[in-house]
Protein backbone atom coordinates (compact mmCIF):
# COMPACT_ATOMS: atom_id res chain seq x y z
CA UNK A 1 0.00 0.00 0.00
CA UNK A 2 1.33 3.56 -0.71
CA UNK A 3 -0.48 6.23 2.02
CA UNK A 4 -1.69 9.57 0.92
CA UNK A 5 0.67 12.21 3.46
CA UNK A 6 -0.43 15.10 1.76
CA UNK A 7 -2.64 15.43 -1.65
CA UNK A 8 -0.68 17.80 -3.51
CA UNK A 9 -2.55 20.16 -5.34
CA UNK A 10 -4.69 18.18 -7.78
CA UNK A 11 -3.16 14.40 -7.76
CA UNK A 12 -5.16 11.79 -9.18
CA UNK A 13 -5.12 8.33 -10.53
CA UNK A 14 -5.23 7.70 -13.87
CA UNK A 15 -4.09 4.86 -16.75
CA UNK A 16 -4.63 5.89 -20.23
CA UNK A 17 -8.51 6.07 -19.77
CA UNK A 18 -11.92 4.70 -21.26
CA UNK A 19 -12.05 3.69 -24.48
CA UNK A 20 -15.77 2.59 -26.15
CA UNK A 21 -18.01 3.88 -23.60
CA UNK A 22 -18.47 7.81 -25.68
CA UNK A 23 -21.66 6.99 -26.74
CA UNK A 24 -22.78 6.75 -23.01
CA UNK A 25 -21.76 10.03 -22.59
CA UNK A 26 -18.26 8.86 -20.66
CA UNK A 27 -15.16 10.95 -20.97
CA UNK A 28 -11.70 9.40 -21.59
CA UNK A 29 -10.28 10.87 -19.33
CA UNK A 30 -6.48 9.20 -18.74
CA UNK A 31 -2.97 10.97 -18.01
CA UNK A 32 -3.05 14.36 -19.70
CA UNK A 33 0.73 13.63 -20.89
CA UNK A 34 0.91 10.52 -22.20
CA UNK A 35 4.44 10.63 -22.92
CA UNK A 36 5.97 11.34 -19.80
CA UNK A 37 3.84 8.60 -17.93
CA UNK A 38 4.75 6.11 -20.63
CA UNK A 39 8.50 6.76 -19.80
CA UNK A 40 7.81 6.33 -16.40
CA UNK A 41 6.32 2.94 -16.48
CA UNK A 42 8.85 1.96 -19.08
CA UNK A 43 11.69 2.26 -17.30
CA UNK A 44 9.69 -0.39 -14.80
CA UNK A 45 8.80 -2.39 -16.69
CA UNK A 46 5.63 -1.87 -16.76
CA UNK A 47 2.83 -1.77 -19.53
CA UNK A 48 2.70 1.46 -20.55
CA UNK A 49 -0.82 2.58 -19.73
CA UNK A 50 -0.09 0.77 -15.97
CA UNK A 51 -1.86 3.11 -13.62
CA UNK A 52 0.56 5.91 -12.34
CA UNK A 53 -0.04 9.19 -9.92
CA UNK A 54 -0.66 12.31 -12.23
CA UNK A 55 -0.01 15.24 -9.79
CA UNK A 56 -0.12 18.59 -11.37
CA UNK A 57 1.92 21.99 -9.99
CA UNK A 58 2.69 20.71 -6.38
CA UNK A 59 3.70 17.19 -6.01
CA UNK A 60 1.95 14.80 -3.05
CA UNK A 61 3.72 13.52 -0.18
CA UNK A 62 3.76 9.75 0.05
CA UNK A 63 4.37 6.85 2.26
CA UNK A 64 5.80 3.74 1.23
CA UNK A 65 4.46 0.50 3.52
CA UNK A 66 6.10 -1.98 1.70
CA UNK A 67 9.25 -2.11 -0.67
CA UNK A 68 8.89 -1.36 -4.09
CA UNK A 69 10.67 0.53 -7.47
CA UNK A 70 8.92 3.69 -8.61
CA UNK A 71 10.05 6.03 -11.25
CA UNK A 72 9.26 9.84 -11.38
CA UNK A 73 8.75 11.51 -14.80
CA UNK A 74 6.99 14.30 -16.43
CA UNK A 75 7.99 17.80 -14.78
CA UNK A 76 10.72 18.43 -12.14
CA UNK A 77 9.06 18.95 -8.93
CA UNK A 78 12.72 18.01 -6.86
CA UNK A 79 11.31 15.10 -5.62
CA UNK A 80 13.07 13.43 -2.83
CA UNK A 81 12.87 9.96 -0.55
CA UNK A 82 13.49 10.65 2.87
CA UNK A 83 14.77 14.13 2.27
CA UNK A 84 17.67 13.24 -0.16
CA UNK A 85 17.04 14.58 -3.53
CA UNK A 86 16.58 11.45 -6.37
CA UNK A 87 16.94 11.95 -10.27
CA UNK A 88 13.93 11.43 -12.89
CA UNK A 89 13.41 8.85 -15.59
CA UNK A 90 15.48 6.51 -13.08
CA UNK A 91 14.40 3.02 -11.38
CA UNK A 92 14.31 3.69 -7.57
CA UNK A 93 14.16 1.26 -5.39
CA UNK A 94 12.10 2.17 -2.01
CA UNK A 95 11.40 0.59 1.41
CA UNK A 96 8.87 0.27 3.94
CA UNK A 97 8.62 3.35 5.43
CA UNK A 98 10.37 5.71 2.95
CA UNK A 99 8.58 9.11 2.40
CA UNK A 100 8.13 10.53 -0.85
CA UNK A 101 8.28 14.79 -1.67
CA UNK A 102 8.73 17.08 -3.73
CA UNK A 103 9.37 20.45 -3.52
CA UNK A 104 10.22 23.33 -6.56
CA UNK A 105 8.35 22.90 -9.58
CA UNK A 106 11.44 23.57 -11.96
CA UNK A 107 9.98 22.93 -15.32
CA UNK A 108 6.39 21.62 -16.77
CA UNK A 109 3.55 21.16 -14.87
CA UNK A 110 2.35 17.56 -14.56
CA UNK A 111 4.40 14.77 -12.42
CA UNK A 112 3.94 11.42 -12.55
CA UNK A 113 4.79 8.53 -10.41
CA UNK A 114 5.00 5.03 -11.09
CA UNK A 115 5.25 1.68 -9.34
CA UNK A 116 6.43 -1.76 -10.29
CA UNK A 117 3.31 -3.37 -11.53
CA UNK A 118 1.16 -0.66 -11.26
CA UNK A 119 -1.53 0.88 -8.83
CA UNK A 120 -3.59 -1.30 -8.07
CA UNK A 121 -6.95 0.89 -7.12
CA UNK A 122 -10.39 0.74 -8.27
CA UNK A 123 -11.36 -0.26 -11.79
CA UNK A 124 -14.50 1.08 -13.35
CA UNK A 125 -15.47 0.45 -17.47
CA UNK A 126 -11.73 -1.15 -17.50
CA UNK A 127 -10.29 1.72 -16.21
CA UNK A 128 -8.69 3.39 -12.95
CA UNK A 129 -9.08 6.81 -14.05
CA UNK A 130 -10.34 9.04 -11.59
CA UNK A 131 -13.33 10.95 -12.64
CA UNK A 132 -16.09 12.83 -10.84
CA UNK A 133 -19.40 11.13 -11.48
CA UNK A 134 -17.74 7.87 -12.13
CA UNK A 135 -15.25 6.21 -9.94
CA UNK A 136 -16.01 6.59 -5.96
CA UNK A 137 -12.60 9.60 -5.45
CA UNK A 138 -11.49 11.83 -8.02
CA UNK A 139 -8.69 12.81 -6.49
CA UNK A 140 -6.33 12.12 -3.94
CA UNK A 141 -6.84 13.03 -0.12
CA UNK A 142 -4.83 12.70 2.97
CA UNK A 143 -4.83 9.53 4.45
CA UNK A 144 -6.14 7.81 1.29
CA UNK A 145 -4.22 3.89 0.93
CA UNK A 146 -3.39 3.36 -2.35
CA UNK A 147 -3.26 -0.40 -3.64
CA UNK A 148 -0.20 -1.74 -5.22
CA UNK A 149 1.01 -4.72 -7.68
CA UNK A 150 3.10 -7.36 -4.82
CA UNK A 151 6.57 -6.59 -4.85
CA UNK A 152 8.56 -7.86 -7.48
CA UNK A 153 12.38 -7.12 -7.34
CA UNK A 154 13.91 -5.96 -10.34
CA UNK A 155 17.13 -6.94 -12.09
CA UNK A 156 18.18 -3.85 -13.60
CA UNK A 157 18.00 -1.85 -10.87
CA UNK A 158 20.18 0.71 -12.04
CA UNK A 159 17.44 1.64 -15.59
CA UNK A 160 16.86 4.83 -16.11
CA UNK A 161 15.84 6.64 -19.71
CA UNK A 162 16.75 9.70 -21.47
CA UNK A 163 13.69 11.88 -22.82
CA UNK A 164 12.99 14.61 -25.38
CA UNK A 165 13.71 18.13 -24.06
CA UNK A 166 11.45 19.42 -26.48
CA UNK A 167 8.28 18.07 -25.07
CA UNK A 168 8.73 20.45 -22.16
CA UNK A 169 10.71 23.66 -24.10
CA UNK A 170 8.76 24.09 -27.28
CA UNK A 171 6.04 26.12 -27.54
CA UNK A 172 4.63 24.60 -30.86
CA UNK A 173 1.03 22.57 -30.39
CA UNK A 174 0.95 20.28 -33.95
CA UNK A 175 -2.37 20.20 -35.46
CA UNK A 176 -4.89 18.91 -38.11
CA UNK A 177 -7.27 20.55 -39.57
CA UNK A 178 -11.12 20.02 -37.26
CA UNK A 179 -14.17 19.53 -39.56
CA UNK A 180 -14.78 23.17 -39.50
CA UNK A 181 -11.47 24.60 -40.54
CA UNK A 182 -12.64 25.16 -44.10
CA UNK A 183 -15.44 27.64 -43.18
CA UNK A 184 -12.80 29.82 -41.85
CA UNK A 185 -11.74 32.63 -43.84
CA UNK A 186 -8.88 33.14 -45.59
CA UNK A 187 -7.57 35.61 -43.57
CA UNK A 188 -8.99 33.56 -40.40
CA UNK A 189 -6.66 30.68 -41.70
CA UNK A 190 -3.00 33.67 -41.72
CA UNK A 191 -4.18 34.52 -38.23
CA UNK A 192 -4.33 31.00 -36.88
CA UNK A 193 -1.31 29.78 -37.92
CA UNK A 194 0.76 33.03 -37.69
CA UNK A 195 -0.73 34.53 -34.28
CA UNK A 196 1.05 33.54 -30.88
CA UNK A 197 -1.74 32.19 -28.09
CA UNK A 198 -1.78 32.62 -24.61
CA UNK A 199 -2.73 30.18 -22.25
CA UNK A 200 -5.76 31.57 -19.91
CA UNK A 201 -5.97 31.07 -16.47
CA UNK A 202 -8.79 28.58 -16.98
CA UNK A 203 -7.10 25.44 -17.56
CA UNK A 204 -7.57 22.66 -16.08
CA UNK A 205 -8.21 18.54 -17.00
CA UNK A 206 -11.18 19.37 -19.20
CA UNK A 207 -10.05 21.83 -21.19
CA UNK A 208 -7.32 24.80 -21.91
CA UNK A 209 -8.77 28.71 -22.85
CA UNK A 210 -6.53 30.88 -24.51
CA UNK A 211 -6.66 34.41 -23.96
CA UNK A 212 -6.16 35.79 -27.22
CA UNK A 213 -9.65 36.09 -29.30
CA UNK A 214 -9.64 35.00 -32.80
CA UNK A 215 -12.13 37.13 -35.48
CA UNK A 216 -15.15 35.03 -35.74
CA UNK A 217 -18.45 34.85 -38.44
CA UNK A 218 -19.03 31.31 -37.83
CA UNK A 219 -22.47 30.04 -36.14
CA UNK A 220 -22.66 27.14 -33.85
CA UNK A 221 -23.17 23.95 -35.36
CA UNK A 222 -25.59 21.23 -34.35
CA UNK A 223 -24.17 19.18 -31.39
CA UNK A 224 -21.32 16.87 -32.68
CA UNK A 225 -18.79 14.83 -31.47
CA UNK A 226 -15.71 16.04 -29.99
CA UNK A 227 -12.30 14.15 -28.57
CA UNK A 228 -9.51 15.52 -26.39
CA UNK A 229 -7.28 17.89 -28.85
CA UNK A 230 -10.70 19.13 -30.08
CA UNK A 231 -10.14 23.30 -30.69
CA UNK A 232 -13.52 24.90 -30.99
CA UNK A 233 -14.22 28.43 -31.53
CA UNK A 234 -17.11 29.90 -29.64
CA UNK A 235 -19.04 33.07 -30.97
CA UNK A 236 -16.71 35.52 -28.89
CA UNK A 237 -13.85 33.96 -30.80
CA UNK A 238 -12.34 32.48 -28.08
CA UNK A 239 -10.48 29.23 -28.39
CA UNK A 240 -11.26 25.98 -26.36
CA UNK A 241 -8.92 23.67 -26.45
CA UNK A 242 -10.51 19.98 -24.68
CA UNK A 243 -8.22 18.11 -23.15
CA UNK A 244 -8.52 14.50 -21.81
CA UNK A 245 -11.63 15.29 -19.22
CA UNK A 246 -13.55 16.78 -21.89
CA UNK A 247 -17.24 16.10 -22.56
CA UNK A 248 -18.53 13.77 -25.86
CA UNK A 249 -20.23 15.99 -27.77
CA UNK A 250 -20.23 19.96 -27.96
CA UNK A 251 -22.14 22.58 -30.60
CA UNK A 252 -18.95 25.15 -31.52
CA UNK A 253 -17.30 24.77 -34.46
CA UNK A 254 -14.36 22.39 -34.33
CA UNK A 255 -11.97 24.19 -36.34
CA UNK A 256 -8.67 22.27 -35.38
CA UNK A 257 -7.59 18.86 -33.82
CA UNK A 258 -4.26 18.36 -31.41
CA UNK A 259 -2.13 15.86 -32.93
CA UNK A 260 -2.17 12.49 -30.21
CA UNK A 261 1.59 14.18 -29.05
CA UNK A 262 0.21 17.43 -28.93
CA UNK A 263 -1.97 17.33 -26.19
CA UNK A 264 0.68 15.72 -23.81
CA UNK A 265 3.14 18.61 -24.64
CA UNK A 266 -0.10 20.97 -24.04
CA UNK A 267 -0.60 19.31 -20.92
CA UNK A 268 3.06 20.58 -19.56
CA UNK A 269 2.28 24.28 -20.54
CA UNK A 270 0.85 26.51 -17.69
CA UNK A 271 -1.24 30.02 -17.05
CA UNK A 272 0.73 32.40 -19.31
CA UNK A 273 2.65 30.51 -21.37
CA UNK A 274 2.33 30.73 -25.11
CA UNK A 275 1.68 28.60 -27.67
CA UNK A 276 1.67 28.89 -31.36
CA UNK A 277 -0.23 26.21 -33.89
CA UNK A 278 1.98 24.38 -36.75
CA UNK A 279 -0.40 23.08 -39.05
CA UNK A 280 -0.03 19.58 -40.41
CA UNK A 281 -1.13 17.89 -43.72
CA UNK A 282 -2.91 14.46 -43.30
Known amino acids: MVKVIKAGFYSSIQDFGRIGFQHYGVPYSGVMDRY ?3 MANAVLG ?9 MTMTGATLQFNGNANICVSGADM ?3 INANRIQLNKNIAVKTGDILSFGQLNYGFRSYLAISGGFKTEKIMQSRSMYQGITNLFKLHVNDELAVSDFIKMNKKNARIKVNNNHFNS ?12 LLSKEQKDELSSKTFTISKDNNRMAYQLQDPLNNSLQPIITSLVLPGTVQLTPSGKLIVLMRDCQTTGGYPRILQLKE ?7 QKFTGQNITFKLLEY
Open 36 to 38: SAS
Open 261 to 267: SAISVLA
Open 78 to 80: SPK
Open 46 to 54: NRKNAAVIE
Open 171 to 182: DQIEVFKGPEFD
